[in-house]
């Protein structure tokens, strides 16, 4: 498994935007695609966004999708998420996790996660 470390949440205003970046361990990290998740509270941790493990290919949640852009620095062992247009229902812990196939949004399919960062909108 692969370490994570996320960083860059929290609390901003609606209309606001956050980067959020994730440093991983490894020196393989360019054979992972990544992902983002979130988890508010009271629900279930649910998908946000992928990026395969070029950079090529990238997935998202409807709820996020043109608001949000994840992208990867292979040289830096970095994933980021770019959240733009924040809404109060975006807040949540964000996790991001790894896995070593490509790109999905099923929680159960990632190996390795870190330990997520809080994000809180405010309206």
């Known amino acids: 498994q692969v370490q994570l470390v996320e960083s860059g949440g929290g609390l901003v205003q609606a209309g606001g935007s956050l980067r959020l970046s994730c440093v991983a361990s490894?020196?393989?990290?360019?054979?992972?695609?990544m992902g983002w998740f979130r988890q508010a509270p009271g629900k279930e941790r649910e998908f946000v966004a992928a990026?395969?493990?070029?950079?090529?290919?990238?997935l998202y949640a409807n709820s996020v999708k043109g608001r949000f852009t994840i992208s990867r620095d292979n040289a830096k062992n970095t994933v980021y998420l770019q959240m733009n247009s924040l809404k109060p229902e975006d807040t949540a812990v964000y996790y991001c996790?790894?896995?070593?196939?490509?790109?999905?949004?099923?929680?159960?399919?990632?190996?390795?996660w870190g330990q997520g960062t809080q994000v809180t909108v405010s309206s």
């Open positions: 996790a790894a896995r070593t196939w490509a790109p999905s949004s099923k929680t159960s399919e990632y190996d390795s």
């Open positions: 990026i395969s493990q070029s950079g090529i290919s990238t």
């Open positions: 490894e020196r393989t990290f360019k054979r992972y695609t």
